[in-house]
T-cell receptor, first 115, second 116 residues
Framework: GNSVTQMEGPVTLSEEAFLTINCTYT??????LFWYVQYPGEGLQLLLK?????DKGSNKGFEATYRKETTSFHLEKGSVQVSDSAVYFC??????????????FGKGTKLSVKP | DTEVTQTPKHLVMGMTNKKSLKCEQH?????MYWYKQKAKKPPELMFV???????INESVPSRFSPECPNSSLLNLHLHALQPEDSALYLC???????????????FGPGTRLTVT
């Protein structure tokens, strides 16, 4: 079946540090991959997406590249800010089978950025 | 505009009450979703509506009753809930939910439900 595995948190960084949150997936067919962010007390916001191999999604300084050969979609940011403190979810939708585009989430990684 | 709105933001209800959660989107999306999210967990899918018809019910207890009055609105009717149903309830929408396609979902801010 389809699944997403992402690194366990929490991750604590100092402001301006480099961020990597690892995400790997298992899926049939050709999934679309997403990163969602959830700030405290809020819903999920779509951060970025990639729909085919070698696509790079980017937004607000965050980037992730769809790597089919390693089934990975790692999230990176060159210089984090305190305002980036949130929970980050890696997710996929598969266009095969009866899942009808349902989102499959990783467990989430909590990021805390200290001034 | 990628906004999904949900009301109320917070809800406290007793186990004998009946209440409803509301969700609205004006993006022309034809798929709408209800999720339940417990603390420190990812969202769990409850229901999917595709073209205003219920297409997925993830074995949700009958005390949760979804309704899709039109393509922009989604309700979740609550009756005789249990304390363990306390959670953040998220609504989402996407362009479509048909097999063979995959589209990003846009989430609302959620309703924080507490059952006493």
């Amino acid at each position: 079946g389809n699944s997403v595995t992402q690194m366990e948190g929490p991750v604590t960084l100092s402001e301006e540090a480099f961020l990597t949150i690892n995400c790997t997936y298992t899926a049939t067919g050709y999934p679309s991959l997403f990163w969602y962010v959830q700030y405290p007390g809020e819903g999920l916001q779509l951060l970025l997406k990639a729909t085919k191999a070698d696509d790079k999604g980017s937004n607000k300084g965050f980037e992730a590249t769809y790597r089919k050969e390693t089934t990975s979609f790692h999230l990176e940011k060159g210089s984090v800010q305190v305002s980036d403190s949130a929970v980050y979810f890696c997710a996929l939708t598969s266009n095969y089978g009866g899942s009808q585009g349902n989102l499959i989430f990783g467990k989430g990684t909590k990021l805390s950025v200290k001034p | 505009d990628t906004e999904v709105t949900q009301t109320p933001k917070h809800l406290v209800m007793g186990m004998t009450n009946k209440k409803s959660l509301k969700c609205e989107q004006h993006m022309g999306h034809r798929a709408m979703y209800w999720y339940k999210q417990k603390a420190k967990k990812p969202p769990e899918l409850m229901f999917v509506y595709s073209y205003e018809k219920l297409s997925i019910n993830e074995s949700v207890p009958s005390r949760f009753s979804p309704e899709c009055p039109n393509s922009s609105l989604l309700n979740l009717h609550l009756h005789a809930l249990q304390p363990e149903d306390s959670a953040l309830y998220l609504c989402a929408s996407s362009q479509s939910a048909r097999t063979g396609a995959s589209y990003e979902q846009y989430f609302g801010p959620g309703t924080r439900l507490t059952v006493t």
